[in-house]
Nanobody, 127 residues
Framework: QVQLVESGGGLVQAGGSLRLSCAAS????????AAWFRQAPGKEREFVAYIKWSGISTSYGDSVKGRFTISRDNVKNIIYLQMNSLKPEDTAVYYC????????????????????WGQGTQVTVSA
């Protein structure tokens, strides 16, 4: 089992920055791949960013490319999402997710790729 706990959300003005953290626990976390998704009110959950266990391979949703950066610390078992140049349309609940193992051929942007999810952290960007 893997437990994921997000933190770092809050209220920020447009153009500002936030860094989200996702603390993972559980021996099954070793070797897994991780992602951030978000869900705005009345909208479907949206893929934001993905990172492999190695930290070398990443991918991003089109709406955040060039503004957000995903990274990880495999010693501390933390996944980060650095969000810069925030826009009001980035307002959403942000969720951290992890795969069940090291299998990496499922699409990074698909929710079914991930077996474990955090409870989410709210990010609100004011105009």
């Amino acid at each position: 089992q893997v437990q994921l706990v997000e933190s770092g959300g809050g209220l920020v003005q447009a153009g500002g920055s936030l860094r989200l953290s996702c603390a993972a626990s559980g021996r099954a976390f070793t070797g897994t791949h991780a992602a951030w998704f978000r869900q705005a009110p009345g909208k479907e959950r949206e893929f934001v960013a993905y990172i492999k266990w190695s930290g070398i391979s990443t991918s991003y949703g089109d709406s955040v490319k060039g503004r957000f950066t995903i990274s990880r610390d495999n010693v501390k078992n933390i996944i980060y999402l650095q969000m810069n140049s925030l826009k009001p349309e980035d307002t959403a609940v942000y969720y951290c997710a992890s795969t069940r193992g090291s299998y990496s051929y499922d699409p990074p942007s698909a929710e079914y790729t991930y077996a474990y999810w955090g409870q989410g952290t709210q990010v609100t960007v004011s105009a």
